[in-house]
C-alpha cells in the first residue's frame, strides 16, 4: 500500500524533525521598534490577573520584516508593560502575521495573541514607514525618518507574558484552567538606527489600541535583529479572572460565548 502522509510517523521521523528544529540558523529581521508612555489607567485595565501595571505606563509596538528561505514574513506586536512575580516584562495585545505557518506555533505552543493581517516596513533613503493592519484598517502606522546612527546594545534579555487557552466545546468558558506563561527572548542586534517621527493610533472596533494613546513619546528605532524564545508555564491561572479579557483574543467579543450551531451532532 502506497504510504498515507496523514498516519502515524515512525519515531525516527519524529526525532529527525525535533532534531532540525533545534539546528536553526539566526534568522535576522528588520524592524521597527516604537515606545512610548499611555495613560497609566489605561495601561492598568487590559491587564488580566495576575499581572500588573509597572512603575511605567509603557506600550511598545515592533513591526518587523523577516527573509525566510526567500519567502518574506511581516510580523508585528502591540504591548503593554507588565509584571508577575517580580519580573518585569510586556504583555501583547495583538501579533499581526502574514502567514498562517507563524501563527500556529505561537499560538498553539506559547499563546501568543497571533492574527493574520497585513504588517509593512518600508526604506526609502532616510524614510521609514512602519505599519499594522487587519480588516483594511491601518490601526498602528510610525513614520519618520532617519536622523543617526545608535551604539549597538549588548545581547538583552526579554520576557513576554501570555496566557494559553481553548474556549469550552459547549461554548461555556474554558476547556480547563487557562496556563499562564513567561517566554524568554534572547536578543542580539547588529544594526540600530534614531528615527526622528511620529505614532498614529487609528480607530478599529477589532484591534482597539486607539485607547493607549501616545502621551509621550519615548522613542523610534530601526534596526537588524535576531532573537530566539523558550518558554515555561509558571501557574495555573483563574479562569472567572481571565473570562473578561477574552474578547483580546476574538474579533467578535460573543465568539467565547457562542453554543453549538442548533441542529448539530
Same mark, same amino acid.
Given at each position: 500500500? @502506497?504510504?498515507?502522509? =496523514?498516519?502515524?510517523?515512525?519515531?525516527?521521523?519524529?526525532?529527525?524533525?525535533?532534531?532540525?528544529?533545534?539546528?536553526?540558523?539566526? +534568522?535576522?529581521?528588520?524592524?521597527?521598534? /516604537?515606545?512610548?508612555?499611555?495613560?497609566?489607567? @489605561?495601561?492598568?485595565?487590559?491587564?488580566p490577573?495576575?499581572?500588573?501595571?509597572?512603575?511605567?505606563?509603557?506600550?511598545?509596538?515592533? +513591526?518587523?520584516?523577516?527573509?525566510?528561505?526567500?519567502r518574506?514574513?511581516?510580523?508585528?506586536?502591540?504591548?503593554? /508593560? /507588565?509584571?508577575?512575580?517580580?519580573?518585569?516584562?510586556?504583555?501583547?495585545?495583538?501579533?499581526?502575521?502574514?502567514?498562517?505557518?507563524?501563527?500556529?506555533?505561537? #499560538?498553539?505552543?506559547?499563546?501568543?495573541?497571533?492574527?493574520?493581517?497585513?504588517?509593512?516596513?518600508?526604506?526609502d533613503?532616510?524614510?521609514?514607514?512602519?505599519?499594522?493592519?487587519?480588516?483594511?484598517?491601518?490601526?498602528?502606522?510610525?513614520?519618520?525618518? &532617519?536622523?543617526?546612527?545608535?551604539?549597538?546594545?549588548?545581547p538583552?534579555?526579554?520576557?513576554?507574558? =501570555?496566557?494559553?487557552?481553548?474556549?469550552? *466545546?459547549?461554548?461555556?468558558?474554558?476547556?480547563?484552567?487557562?496556563?499562564?506563561?513567561?517566554?524568554?527572548?534572547?536578543?542580539?542586534?547588529?544594526?540600530?538606527e534614531? &528615527?526622528?517621527?511620529? *505614532? *498614529?493610533?487609528?480607530?478599529?472596533?477589532?484591534?482597539?489600541?486607539?485607547?493607549?494613546?501616545?502621551? #509621550?513619546?519615548?522613542? +523610534?528605532? &530601526?534596526?537588524?535583529?535576531?532573537?530566539? !524564545?523558550?518558554?515555561r508555564?509558571?501557574? #495555573?491561572?483563574d479562569?472567572?479572572?481571565?473570562?473578561? =479579557? +477574552?474578547? !483580546?483574543?476574538?474579533?467578535?467579543?460573543? !465568539?467565547?460565548l457562542?453554543?453549538?450551531?442548533?441542529?448539530s451532532?
Open positions: 500500500m @502506497a504510504r498515507v502522509r =496523514y498516519g502515524a510517523r515512525t519515531e525516527a521521523e519524529i526525532a529527525a524533525a525535533r532534531t532540525a528544529s533545534t539546528r536553526l540558523p539566526d +534568522i535576522w529581521s528588520t524592524g521597527v521598534v /516604537a515606545l512610548w508612555e499611555s495613560d497609566p489607567d @489605561a495601561v492598568a485595565a487590559v491587564l490577573p495576575p499581572l500588573e501595571p509597572t512603575g511605567r505606563p509603557l506600550v511598545r509596538a515592533n +513591526i518587523s520584516r523577516v527573509d525566510l528561505a526567500g518574506p514574513l511581516g510580523a508585528g506586536s502591540f504591548a503593554v /508593560a /507588565a509584571a508577575h512575580g517580580g519580573v518585569e516584562g510586556w504583555y501583547p495585545l495583538v501579533m499581526p502575521m502574514t502567514l498562517e505557518r507563524a501563527l500556529t506555533g505561537g #499560538r498553539e505552543v506559547f499563546g501568543e495573541p497571533k492574527k493574520l493581517g497585513e504588517v509593512t516596513v518600508e526604506r533613503g532616510l524614510l521609514v514607514r512602519a505599519s499594522l493592519a487587519r480588516h483594511g484598517i491601518v490601526f498602528v502606522e510610525v513614520r519618520g525618518a &532617519v536622523s543617526g546612527d545608535l551604539p549597538l546594545p549588548e538583552a534579555r526579554r520576557t513576554d507574558f =501570555y496566557f494559553k487557552f481553548l474556549p469550552a *466545546v459547549d461554548g461555556s468558558g474554558l476547556d480547563g484552567d487557562p496556563l499562564l506563561v513567561h517566554c524568554l527572548r534572547e536578543e542580539r542586534t547588529r544594526r540600530l534614531r &528615527v526622528t517621527g511620529d *505614532v *498614529v493610533l487609528r480607530e478599529s472596533v477589532y484591534d482597539p489600541v486607539a485607547d493607549l494613546p501616545v502621551r #509621550r513619546l519615548v522613542g +523610534i528605532t &530601526v534596526g537588524e535583529r535576531t532573537s530566539t !524564545q523558550t518558554g508555564v509558571v501557574e #495555573r491561572a479562569t472567572k479572572a481571565l473570562l473578561p =479579557y +477574552i474578547h !483580546q483574543r476574538y474579533d467578535d467579543p460573543r !465568539q467565547i457562542d453554543a453549538p450551531p442548533e441542529g451532532p
